[in-house]
Every structure is written in structure tokens, then in C-alpha cells.
């Protein structure tokens, strides 16, 4: 049995760190399964999973591994790509400075310049400092808003998004040739005279760009004597790089959340460090009810995710969705343009393909051209990047429905740093003219209509869970459904071969976009639905897409269609 195999083979390897092996002499044979049961696979997200001993776990041994196949790219691509180096970045959970450190002792090794912080970063940081530094890749220590026990592996190419389809396949086909030991360099051959701090090289370029993103940059010094802000990174790396930001643009009344401002990958005060769940709040709300203030903002453990909190006319906090944020700092963005000397006539901005339309709603009525991408911020960079290298378009905003925003080109991901101030110039600016955020989120939905997402995920847990997500899929596209609470499907988008299926003609068209493992419905009603496995977790995404004339109706409809895509799904 493989498992077997590569528990004995690691439990005789004399080179094997004195924590793992501690670990595999008290393993049960249950855990000796899920841990040792093939490897993780490698792919544009990196790796993700539980830290541990074993061939499937997030350890030091999996990490070189996986370095070595980056290195052994790098190699490949030739030219300067050593002496241009790669930057590598880490945020606050366990074991993530010393799975860096490994990082630089492999790449080192090789010849290849590091780049490396001195301690946590955000993961936009990162993606900044490679073409701050114009390095040719960067890698990220990190398992983003996960809980506790996990950590991942982030790697980036020298455009500064996740690498791209054709450099993972080749990094997971080196990984497939190599001994996990005696191909893998030894801490010992690290040449740690390549590897720089580069703290001072990209920290206040970073920053210095981030305020240059400001729209109004009057508008928070005018509210600044009423405006309150209450923040906390969840124990992350949001600390940084977050609070100076916002008082550098001219915040006087900030208050963080001391009890989450050190690092610390256990997340004490959380079960989960993420920022689209209500415990992330509630240390925040006693502060914010002490202090005064109407806006809670809140940021994942890398800092690439926001949330925010602001106080509804009950005087109660309620937390705006990621997608209604996206819409409404597109929607400031476009009004304070207007304002200060009008919307650029190449203006556009990007969302995924799961993220509201309500956003596409507010750029047609505003002359933007909205572009629609696969999942992942790779793709909006890639958008970018072709506006680029064309010399066309003035990009205003990406954003994806969980909670990840980019306004800027000086990074290619998701940056809950300059969302954070972005979410504060608009709460200033509504504040100036006696209004808060959830006022501005309701005129919003009175001008474009009642818009209401939801998202929930099907879990596959234990063994055999990728068969489990493979046969889900293989289901719905052999049998579609006809309807979806009562609503007959119109259009079906399986964007794993990219057609696009009119139901009533028969038509087939292409989706235009790459190949990905996603089924895309839509109602005659224009009411859509959305499933596609998670790219790093055991279980199936399912995404809800609706509107109403009214909040009744849209709440109604979004809890139908819930219902009925459980049932279908159970």
C-alpha cells in the first residue's frame, strides 16, 4: 500500500527533521492514511493543507519539495532569472517564517537570489515587491483565512500575480521526478550570501503607492474629527502595514483591537481568522460601542481579504458581503471621478464570474466596460497586464466576491491595504454628507434594483474527497437540472468546455474564457447559479445570484434557490 511505503520511507530517512519524526512514532494508522496518501498536488494556487508529517502535509520536508521544483524552473527559463531573484514573504501562522527560511536555503542552493522580509508581510506586499524589485518570482507563505492547523505555499511569476497554468504544470512535473530527500538540497547548501533583507527596499515604496490611490484625498482629513474607525488584522499581518496606511491619510480616530494586533498563528481570540464571519467583529463592536464608532474594518490573516462592519438605523452592526462592497467602492470611484474631473473614456474594471452584477449594473449605466473572469485574481491581472502591453484602458477596480479587492496596478493581487483605505475615504465621504456606508449600500439597491447573493459550500471529508467533488460534477453534467426552485434553466455555461448552452434554441457558443471546472445556470428570470469544486479545500462551492423588485423579494428568491440547490445537492 503507498501509504505504507512512504511512511516507512520517511520514518528511515536519517536526515528527517526531530519533530517529524517524533510525530510519525506516535502516528495512528488512520492518520498514517490521510497523511501519507499520495502527495499534495501543485497547481496555479500553490499548495494548501493541514501542517504535519507526512507526504500530503504542510511541512518542511513538502515545502523544499516544492521549492526545488520552482528552482529547477527558474533554471529552465535561463537569462538573468537567477541574478534577478525571487522575493519571498510569510504571514503569522505557525511554522510560516521557518517554511520560508527553507524557502531561501533551497532557492540559495541553486544560485538564485532571495529576497526576504524580516518578518510578516501581506501577501499584497509581495506581489508589489516583485515588480518593485523586478524579480522573477515570488513565493508566499501562507494559508490565507484558513483555520489554525493549516498553512500554504503562494508561488507568483515576475508579472506579480499566481503563477501561471504553464509554469505549475512544469513545477508539478519536476516535483513528480524528485526524491523528496535526495534530490532536495540540504539546509546545509544554502549559500545565505544571496539571501537580502528587503524590508527598506519595498516598504514605504509600497505604501507611498497605496495612498496614491486615494480618490479624494481631501475627503478624510475633512471628516476626520467625527470620523471613527475601529480595526483589527485578526492576529495577522494586516498589523504592518494597515494602521499607518489609514493615519498617513489623515485618520485621527483609530482604534485597534489590541487583543488581535501581535501575530499569533493559533488565532486565540477566533475559531476562524477570517473576515466574513460575524465572531471576526466581536471584539471590534465593544470598542466600537465604547468609542462611537458607526465602521468595524477587519482583515485576514495575510491581509488580502476585508470585511467591514458599519451600524444600520437599528444602532445594530451588521456586516456588508463582499460583493456589495465591491459595488460600492466601484460605484465611489466612479462618483468621486466624476467629481474631480470625470471618468476616463477607456475607463474599466474586472469581477469573476461568481461576483454580483450588480457591479456590471453600475458600470453600463456609467460608460465602464466590466470584463468577467474565471475565479482567482490571476485572471484579473492578466487583464491588466493585456490593457498594459496594449497601452489601452484606465483600470478602476477588481474584485471578487470573497472579500478581495485591487484598485492600482502596482500589484497583481487582491489588497486588503488599499481596500482598507478606500473603505474609509468612502465612509468620510458619506459622512460629510450625513450619510453612512449601509445608506449608501441602500441607494444603491433602490437606483440598480434589490440584488441578494449567497454562497455555501457542499464538504467532502475524508478519504477519496477529490472523487467525491469528481463525481458531483460528472452528475450535474450528465444529468442538468431543467429547473431551479421552480425556475426554468435557460442557459447553461460549463466553462470546463467552454460552451455556453441556450437551453430554448439549442445554440452552443463559447465562453471565451479559459478551461475551468465550472457549471454556470441561468433562469429565465436572469437569476443564476454557480457551482465549481473549491481549488483548495475538500468541498464544492455553490453560488447564489439573484434580484428583486424589492429586499422581500430578493431575500425570498435567494432563499428558494438555496434550498432548492441543497436538495439537489444532499
Not at 461568481?354 to 468577467?372: D, Q, T
Amino acid at each position: 500500500m503507498e501509504y505504507v511505503e512512504n511512511y516507512n520511507k520517511w520514518l528511515g530517512e536519517p536526515t528527517l527533521p526531530a519533530e517529524l519524526r517524533a510525530e510519525l512514532e506516535g502516528m495512528s494508522d488512520d492518520r498514517k492514511k490521510f497523511a501519507f496518501s499520495g502527495y499534495m498536488s501543485f497547481g496555479t494556487a500553490g499548495l494548501r493543507a493541514e501542517m504535519g508529517a507526512g507526504t500530503a502535509m504542510m511541512n518542511a520536508c513538502t515545502v523544499a519539495h516544492a521549492t526545488e521544483g520552482i528552482a529547477r524552473l527558474i533554471e529552465k527559463v535561463g537569462g538573468d532569472a537567477k541574478q534577478r531573484g525571487v522575493v519571498i514573504a510569510y504571514d503569522s501562522r505557525n511554522n510560516s517564517a521557518v517554511f520560508a527560511d527553507r524557502c531561501a536555503e533551497v532557492l540559495t542552493a541553486h544560485g538564485i537570489k532571495v529576497y526576504l522580509f524580516s518578518s510578516l508581510r501581506p501577501t499584497p506586499v509581495l506581489s508589489f515587491a516583485i515588480l518593485h524589485l523586478n524579480c522573477i518570482a515570488g513565493l508566499n507563505i501562507t494559508a490565507s483565512h484558513n483555520p489554525a492547523e493549516y498553512n500554504g505555499y503562494k508561488a507568483y511569476w515576475e508579472d506579480g500575480a499566481q503563477l501561471p497554468p504553464d509554469h505549475a504544470a512544469t513545477v508539478s512535473e519536476e516535483m513528480a521526478k524528485i526524491d523528496i530527500f535526495a534530490d532536495v538540497p540540504a539546509p546545509s547548501a544554502a549559500d545565505r550570501s544571496l539571501i537580502i533583507k528587503c524590508d527598506e527596499l519595498v516598504d514605504g515604496a509600497y505604501i507611498e503607492n497605496v495612498l496614491s490611490q486615494r480618490v479624494n484625498p481631501e475627503a478624510i482629513p475633512s471628516a476626520a474629527d467625527d470620523l471613527v474607525v475601529v480595526y483589527t488584522p485578526l492576529h495577522g499581518a494586516g498589523a504592518t502595514m494597515v494602521p499607518e496606511v489609514l493615519r498617513k491619510a489623515g485618520i485621527k480616530k483609530l482604534f485597534t483591537v489590541d487583543e488581535q494586533m501581535a501575530p499569533n498563528g493559533d488565532f486565540p481570540t477566533v475559531k476562524y481568522p477570517n473576515p466574513e464571519f460575524a465572531e471576526a467583529y466581536t471584539i471590534g463592536e465593544t470598542i466600537a460601542e465604547r468609542e462611537g464608532s458607526d465602521l468595524i474594518i477587519a482583515t485576514d490573516p495575510d491581509a488580502d481579504r476585508v470585511g467591514a462592519a458599519v451600524r444600520g438605523k437599528d444602532g445594530k452592526f451588521f456586516r456588508i458581503t463582499g460583493n456589495q462592497m465591491g459595488a460600492l467602492i466601484l460605484d465611489y470611484v466612479i462618483t468621486a471621478l466624476k467629481e474631480t474631473g470625470g471618468v476616463p473614456a477607456d475607463a474599466y474594471a474586472v469581477k469573476s464570474i461568481v461576483s454580483s452584477e450588480l457591479a456590471a449594473r453600475i458600470c453600463e449605466a456609467n460608460g465602464v466596460v466590466m470584463h468577467n473572469v474565471l475565479t482567482g485574481f490571476k485572471f484579473i491581472g492578466e487583464v491588466i497586464k493585456k490593457h498594459e502591453a496594449e497601452g489601452v484602458g484606465t483600470f478602476l477596480l477588481g474584485f471578487e466576491e470573497s472579500y478581495g479587492y485591487l484598485k492600482g496596478t502596482y500589484a497583481r493581487d487582491k489588497d486588503a491595504v488599499v481596500a482598507s483605505l478606500l473603505i474609509c475615504e468612502m465612509a468620510a465621504y458619506y459622512k460629510l454628507r450625513g450619510m453612512t456606508l449601509g445608506d449608501a449600500l441602500e441607494g444603491l439597491f433602490k437606483k440598480y434594483g434589490f440584488f441578494r447573493e449567497n454562497v455555501f459550500s457542499i464538504e467532502m471529508k475524508g478519504l477519496g474527497a477529490d472523487e467525491k467533488m469528481k463525481a458531483l460534477m460528472l452528475g450535474l453534467r450528465n444529468d442538468p437540472p431543467a429547473e431551479i426552485a421552480g425556475r426554468k434553466i435557460t442557459q447553461i455555461r460549463d466553462y470546463k468546455d467552454g460552451s455556453i448552452k441556450n437551453i430554448v434554441t439549442g445554440e452552443i457558443t463559447g465562453t471565451g474564457l479559459p478551461s475551468s471546472n465550472v457549471l454556470y445556470y441561468v433562469t429565465a428570470d436572469r437569476d443564476v447559479v454557480v457551482v465549481r469544486p473549491s481549488g483548495t479545500e475538500p468541498k464544492v462551492k455553490v453560488y447564489i445570484m439573484t434580484a428583486g423588485e424589492n429586499a422581500e423579494v430578493a431575500d425570498k428568491n435567494a432563499a428558494e434557490f438555496t434550498d432548492a440547490m441543497k436538495a439537489l445537492l444532499a
